[in-house]
């Protein structure tokens, strides 16, 4: 009998998918570019359910239903347009293109485009979850037509993770949504893990506590609100040893690598002219980081030694005003990402369900999170809420946190510890509850050398000032 679906490239997520979706009782078709990796998954895994080995993409398309859906699981990039090209020619009209890797958002567009001048469907489809997931149970957004929905949905809703009853995949939007959610939830992953970060520097060096006790502050903190993956990883990593017998987390090199997906909400950020201060800063905190020629001249000319920057705190204390800045900071993170979605979808012209996403966030992906429960509940109060900063729980929450927020920060400046995304996320929260903001000067200044114009507290109209002009005139646009 035809398989059901088909998927091309079996690296570690491409097989893993495609093992899913075996063992959920789908007929798979399986291609690799080099064969070998195909047969060597099929001996080792064949047993797991009904695969159809494939040589070739043609033998790929021949072997599945039709109307054919087929998903591509190679690099982001280069490589999935190549697979595209060779791919289109074989197919039928009506057909399905799904690309699960992690395409940038604009290239969806783009091959969403072609392929429906070829008369196929293309889908756009982010999915989180590391290997794991991948296998077991991912979060999975999709962005395509509602037609291709129809056919793919019932598949991969039934590979998803699930909470509450609740599949973690959703159908997002058409064309970019899917891979644009998923490169938010990135940028989210990239905040959330410099706060992490952040708190354990100030731990070991402000609270003087060693890996292990970190680890296990992380451990108690996970039975908490923060209780979250991405803490319980940590309290894990902080507790193991390498085999040198150091903390691990001290043997591994300090530089922070990317793929992107980090940048790319940053850069997509600035073109919405959304201000995701936490993400932003969490990126180039690894920027930063990468920089060892500039961190090892700026410690040869500014280091000093531990003690002359030694702040004291009580322990016990500043562990509690820790995790309170990790929360606050984490809503600002998360209020910051939600509102980028939002733009996003406005911008594009997508009708994103916002708390729909954070249903489907909470298992499955990276970044899931208790939290995304609080989330949810928020978006199903006011779906149209303007930021998730100012919602009854959220706000509580902040309000609570902040005295001890301000002094995490301020013991950071004080400790020379670099807290970037603490600092950035109280500021952002500062920035927004603030009376009068200091963006008049920077109107006036504008107005001053460039005759940019501004806008008056007293009256409706554009102005400027004929600033060289005796007397100073004001004229109204
Ligand atoms: C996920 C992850 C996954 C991958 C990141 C890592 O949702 O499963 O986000 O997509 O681990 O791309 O990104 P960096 O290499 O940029 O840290």
């Keep these: 009998a035809p398989a059901t679906i088909g998927l091309t490239g079996l690296a570690t997520m491409g097989r893993n998918l495609a093992r899913n979706i075996a063992r959920h009782g789908h007929a798979i078709a399986v291609h690799n570019r080099t064969t070998e990796r195909m047969t060597a998954m099929l001996e080792e895994f064949g047993e797991e359910g009904d695969f159809t080995g494939c040589e070739s993409l043609e033998e790929l398309v021949q072997a599945v239903e039709r109307p054919r859906a087929i998903i591509i699981m190679v690099k982001a990039g280069e490589a999935t347009d190549a697979v595209i090209d060779e791919l289109v020619p074989l197919l039928d009209e009506g057909d399905i ?90 940028g989210i992953e990239y905040a959330d893990m410099q706060l992490i970060a952040e708190s354990y520097d100030l731990l070991r060096s402000v609270a003087g506590l060693e890996p292990h006790a970190i680890g296990d502050v992380f451990a108690q903190w996970n039975e908490g609100d923060l209780e979250s993956f991405l803490i319980e990883l940590t309290a894990d990593v902080l507790r193991f040893d390498d085999a ?49 020629d500039q961190r090892e001249a700026a410690r040869k000319v500014f280091s000093t030694s531990p003690d002359e920057q030694r702040v004291e705190v009580d322990r016990d204390t500043f562990v509690d005003q820790v995790r309170a800045a990790l929360y606050a900071s984490k809503v600002v993170a998360y209020a910051q990402g939600f509102d980028q979605i939002a733009k996003g979808a406005e911008e594009h012209g ?44 959220f706000a509580d929450a902040v309000k609570e946190g902040v005295d001890a927020w301000r002094e995490v920060v301020a013991t950071a400046a004080a400790g020379g510890v670099p807290v970037p995304a603490f600092g950035s996320s109280l500021s952002y929260f500062d920035g927004l509850r603030r009376e009068r903001l200091p963006a008049a000067l920077i109107q006036a200044l504008r107005d001053n050398f460039g005759a940019h114009t501004y806008r008056r507290v007293d009256r409706d109209g ?14 109204e646009m």
């Design 244 to 292: 040198s017998g150091q903390p691990f987390v001290d043997v591994v090199r300090d530089e922070a690598e990317q793929k992107g997906t980090g940048r790319w909400t940053v850069q997509s950020a600035l073109d919405l002219g959304v201000p995701i201060t936490g993400i932003a800063e969490a990126t180039f905190a690894r920027s930063l980081s990468g920089h060892t």
């Design 97 to 186: 293109v799904v690309d699960g890797g992690n395409a940038h958002f604009t290239d969806t567009l783009r091959r969403q485009q072609t392929l429906e001048e070829h008369g196929l469907h293309f889908v756009g489809m982010g999915v989180s979850g590391g290997e794991e997931g991948a296998l077991n149970g991912p979060s999975i957004m999709v962005g395509g037509s509602d037609h291709a929905y129809e056919q793919l949905g019932p598949v991969v809703e039934s590979i998803a993770a699930v909470v509450d009853g609740t599949p973690c995949c959703a159908h997002v939007g058409p064309d970019g949504a899917g891979h644009f959610v998923k490169m938010v939830h990135n």
């Design 462 to 475: 554009t102005f400027h000032t004929q600033w060289a002009a005796e007397g100073r005139p004001e004229q």
């Design 350 to 393: 997508w009708d994103i369900d916002l708390g729909e996403l954070a249903t489907i966030w909470r298992g499955g992906c990276i970044i899931r999170a208790q939290f995304l429960d609080r989330i949810r509940e928020a978006y199903a109060d006011e779906p149209d809420l303007t930021t998730l900063l100012t919602t009854p729980y």
